[in-house]
């Protein structure tokens, strides 16, 4: 059997720790509410009303394609692009192609990102991987041009960011359910965590602010993780209802 991505790949050591994925979704979860495109996750109701949900379903998804063979992982990338079609139909409306490789962009880019800040660099030729196992999402999905080359991809990516975000009723709202749903002290932390992994460029348009005090606190963390005590750092400041998934983001999906 073929697998979607090789298990030597650095793109399922990226996707296969609970840190590196959090990371991902916190850089995420401040682009999405700049994008141009945030009202069609709006439109469902669900990222507004459920966002950690949000977050658990998309991460699922990924890392279905991730871990699995090429027909496990093509039958995955179908069900998103059909869930994706209703929704369309129920709106009356096409999502721009745009919006689609602005969320292909940003898994690339966090990926690269999140595991630079937590682990190490990435070699060029590991970074061509990772780009290489979404580009190939996106054409599974039928998007149209797509960038050939991680090359390319830069240069994309640095039009896409200047281009498709803005300022919104969208990016106040997100933040405000952001801090709803996750308690004062974990939102505080949310906001840390975007600024070490964002562009400067969202940085600046959501007032982040250049002070970083975690830092010094990752620094504790990554000495926990030699002993395996990292999980117990997580137990303290991630929201109990969803310790069991975020624990479960440490297992290599079978």
Do not use: C
């Amino acid at each position: 059997m073929k697998m979607f991505v090789r298990e030597t790949s650095v793109v399922r050591e990226i996707w296969g720790k609970s840190d590196t994925v959090l990371f991902i979704f916190a850089g995420a979860s401040a682009e999405f509410a700049l994008n141009k495109a945030v009202d069609w996750l709006y439109f469902t109701g669900r990222l507004p009303s459920d966002p950690l949900g949000r977050l658990f379903s998309t991460v699922g998804y990924a890392r279905q394609i991730v871990f699995s063979t090429e027909e496990v992982a093509h039958s995955a990338i179908d069900k998103m692009a059909a869930i994706h079609a209703g929704v369309e139909q129920k709106r009356g409306q096409s999502i721009p192609d745009w919006a689609y490789r602005d969320v292909l962009f940003m898994l690339i880019d966090y990926s690269i990102r999140s595991f630079e800040l937590l682990e190490r660099k990435l070699t060029e030729a590991e970074k061509a991987e990772v780009f290489d196992t979404f580009y190939r999402v996106g054409s599974r999905m039928g998007l149209k041009d797509l960038p050939q080359t991680f090359e390319q991809w830069l240069v994309a990516r640095d039009e896409h960011l200047h281009q498709n975000l803005q300022e919104s009723k969208y990016t106040f709202d997100l933040y405000k359910q952001y801090k709803k749903h996750l308690g004062p002290i974990r939102y505080m932390l949310l906001l840390e965590a975007q600024k070490l992994v964002v562009p400067q460029l969202v940085i600046k348009m959501l007032g982040l602010g250049r002070y970083h005090w975690l830092v010094p606190v990752l620094g504790i963390y990554k000495i926990t993780r030699r002993f395996n005590l990292d999980w117990l750092l997580k137990a303290a400041i991630l929201p109990g209802a969803y310790k069991n998934e975020i624990k479960a983001l440490d297992r290599v999906p079978a």
